[in-house]
């Protein structure tokens, strides 16, 4: 490693020394060092700042109520995840990270809500697909009065709405929020579709985003909304497409794609507002991601990309902040503090990959997470970028 890579190193293994973290492992299947068959009783045990690893398999839905927990996929693992997951009452002192999970929701409430939260909450290269009701879809994730929340390399799409069901069957948003400050990036954003009707007019599809309140900042993201609903000749219209975005509030993108959805009439738009804005900022998005998890001593990659000739700093912290965002930086900050170390400069690839090596933890910790961000920047200094956020879980080699 180089030297900056070394230091870096050296600055995890002193960091993890004052916070030791518990691992509790869930696996299908009862065995040694299995604690669980199922994620709920993991995190009901688990403290602040403990970790759930979750080995591949199926499992029901869970809540993460008033403790900062972690629930992570293990590397390589396809976890599934049927029903509600609930995250509620984080503290400001706490944090709760959702990693590598693909959450499938029911028929009753959306597949991921965060509620009444003020610590961070971070969603990171799940799957979520809303479940649909009596007749309309059910939304996909749902942000409400949460100041400070991270979506990152995530794919949600909203529930469909019910063929023959009652009421509108219209397709649910992908993502909604209210009250809240929402960061995604590198994410897509999927409305789902109107159903036909068996009375009535048929659905239109969902948006992508629906904002209520707050703000939303969105970087290197698609957004697109849901098909309308086919026609029933000769009595019922069909549905319209859905936006890719829906918002009453303030909406901020950088390099986003937005695409209405097809349906009856064509032609959806891509931006519906009502008492909201939306702002395209210029300039390009940075990339950016860590293969996590990895247990100590093993290899894993830092992954950037970005402008060919820029350069990348890298900022790191124990801890994720408030989401705050810097127009002119173009980007949304969620490090305060920590430390920060230089990983190069892009190449002419766009793509700028970093091997790293986990350092070992010290006996007492069995996990760390290092989250991370980095900051595109020309080597005039005469712009900067702000890129999507990412974390480095560290296991325990022994789990």
């Known amino acids: 490693m180089s030297t900056t890579l070394t230091t870096f190193a050296l600055a995890l293994v002193l960091a993890a020394g004052a916070s ?8 299908p299947v009862a065995g040694p060092g299995v604690f669980a068959t199922d994620i709920q009783p993991a995190v009901d045990a688990a403290a602040n700042g403990d970790l759930v690893l979750v080995k591949a398999g199926a499992y029901s839905g869970f809540s993460v109520d008033g403790k900062g927990v972690s629930v992570v996929a293990d590397a390589g693992a396809a976890v599934a995840c049927n029903g509600l997951v609930f995250v509620n009452h984080i503290a400001a002192g706490q944090r709760v990270l959702l990693q590598g999970l693909s959450v499938h929701g ?7 809500i965060t509620l009444d939260s ?9 799957t979520v697909q809303g479940g649909t009701g009596n007749g309309p879809g059910l939304v996909a994730v749902s942000v409400n009065s949460c100041p400070s929340v991270v979506i990152q390399r995530s794919t949600m799409t909203g529930g469909n709405g019910l063929v023959g069901g009652t009421g509108n069957n219209m397709g649910a948003p992908a993502l909604h929020t209210a009250n809240s400050a929402v960061a995604v990036g590198d994410s897509q954003c999927i409305g789902g579709n109107g159903a036909p009707p068996s009375t009535v007019v048929g659905g239109p599809g969902g948006p992508g985003l629906r904002v209520l309140s707050g703000f939303v900042f969105a970087t290197g993201t698609t957004f697109q909304g849901g098909t309308g609903a086919p ?7 069909g549905g319209p497409g859905g936006p890719g975005i829906n918002t009453q509030a303030a909406v901020t993108t950088l390099q986003c794609t937005l695409v209405g959805g097809s349906g009856n009439p064509s032609g959806a738009p891509t931006v519906v507002l009502g008492t909201g804005s939306a702002a395209t900022l210029p300039g390009v998005a940075g990339h950016f991601s860590i293969a996590s998890p990895v247990r100590e001593g093993q290899a894993t990659t ?26 002119k930086d173009a980007g949304a900050l969620v490090l305060a503090g920590g430390g ?9 690839s766009g793509t700028l990959s970093t091997p790293i090596v986990a350092p070992d933890l010290p006996a007492a910790v069995q ?3 290092v989250w991370c ?3 595109f920047f020309d080597s005039p200094l005469t712009h900067a970028v702000i890129g999507p956020a990412s974390e480095l879980v560290i296991l325990d080699a022994g789990l």
């Open 20 to 27: 030791a973290q518990s691992v509790f492992v869930v696996a």
């Open 106 to 112: 029911d028929n009753i409430s959306p597949a991921i």
């Open 118 to 126: 003020p610590g961070p909450i971070w969603i990171e290269s799940c």
């Open 231 to 237: 026609p029933v000749p000769p009595l019922f219209p």
């Open 302 to 327: 830092i992954t950037a990309g970005g402008v060919p000739g820029e350069s990348e700093l890298l900022l790191f912290s124990l801890s994720p902040s408030p989401v705050k965002l810097l127009v």
């Open 340 to 348: 920060q170390f230089a990983l190069g400069t892009i190449p002419a």
């Open 367 to 369: 996990s760390l997470i």
């Open 373 to 375: 961000q980095p900051i």
